[in-house]
């Protein structure tokens, strides 16, 4: 089997559900045979170790430790999902301070044994804020930290396919940008519907309102109908960055980038933006969008923001200020 490269690829909390699928997806595209699976539960990392070595993938050179040194040393690139998942009636958000600590240590970790990581993706939420944290613990370059925010665009392109009775993929230009959660921007002006513009297409009021919800709603349903949260498409759409970052097919759906941007009018926070994934890094530009589009990315942004502040508070990150302190990079 030919695989994009051979460098060290960690799975974070490989021993759950989402990273199990993870390292699945990751042999089957091909992305490299050198996977080293961690977690700090020994018999779920031991079983999915297994239960990959019974898949017989050819030339994979699967490993598992609950030893973080053992784990990260010699790491080239990195995807995480090692915090506690979210539960029916839960928010993102209700899982703030235990995965910002979590995300810290992750950080630490990466900055100890790996500080020459090229990639590491945060997929465990809230991903806006854990990822931000792990960033600023890590010292590593804002273009070498991304988290996971293209659930929220497939889940409107979804919708729209099946508003309009299209095949998904024929649904482009609809996005999401600002937090990775209920507070979501979703920007659609510029959307195509099988190549003709949603604005020219019947739709009332109320059934974009409908849609738009359903999309902010999207794993909060995938909990309800199936009783636990999202394992598969966030394992694939994590597997599909880190393929950008290892010179693969480069990712562009949107990717929760450090934004730093005085033109943008946002600063130091972690955030969905319009963004391209490749062997350099992440790359993104600013949401152009109408007046309520920009509206609710404001708004998304006043989100996060207190988010950021929320943790500062409790100790888990400096105050602004002080982040180079810990990462001269920022």
């Known amino acids: 089997m030919k695989f994009l490269t051979d460098e060290k690829l960690v799975i974070a909390g490989a021993g759950g559900m989402i990273g199990s699928n993870m390292v699945q997806s990751a042999l089957m595209l091909g992305l490299t045979p050198n996977i080293c699976l961690y977690d700090i539960f020994e018999p779920g990392v031991h079983g999915v170790a297994d239960e990959m070595a019974h898949c017989a993938f050819p030339g994979a050179n699967i490993t598992w430790t609950v030893d973080p040194k053992e784990a990260f040393t010699g790491a080239k690139y990195i995807i995480s999902s090692g915090g506690a998942p979210r539960k029916e009636g839960m928010t993102r958000e209700d899982l703030l301070k235990g995965n910002c600590q979590i ?43 991304t988290s996971l925010a293209a659930l929220d665009s497939t889940r409107l392109q979804q ?114 933006m319009p963004s391209v994934i490749d062997a350099n890094g992440v790359s993104f530009t600013a949401p152009q969008g109408t007046e309520e589009e920009m509206a609710a990315l404001k708004s998304s942004y006043e989100h996060l923001q207190k988010m950021r502040d929320e943790i500062i508070s409790l100790g888990i990150i400096p105050a602004v200020e002080d982040w180079k302190t810990l990462n001269p990079n920022l």
């Open 159 to 272: 919708q729209l396919a099946m508003e309009f009775g299209v095949q998904q993929d024929k649904v482009t230009g609809a996005y999401t940008y600002g937090g990775h959660g209920e507070q979501m921007a979703v920007f659609a002006s510029k959307a195509m519907i099988d190549g003709k513009p949603l604005s020219e297409l019947p739709l009332s009021e109320e059934r974009w309102a409908e849609i738009k919800h359903m999309t902010t709603q999207g794993g909060s349903n995938i909990i309800k109908l199936r009783g636990r949260s999202s394992f598969q498409s966030p394992s694939y759409q994590a597997v599909k960055m880190i393929e950008g970052a290892m010179g693969g097919e480069k990712f562009t759906w949107p990717a929760g980038c450090y934004v730093n941007c005085d033109k943008c009018g946002m600063k130091n926070v972690m955030m969905a």
């Open 103 to 145: 995300a810290a240590q992750f950080g630490d970790f990466i900055k100890e044994y790996c500080p020459d990581v090229k990639h590491v993706v945060v997929i465990f939420n809230p991903a806006d804020v854990t990822a931000l944290t792990a960033l600023i613990h890590s010292g590593l370059k804002p273009n070498q930290m």
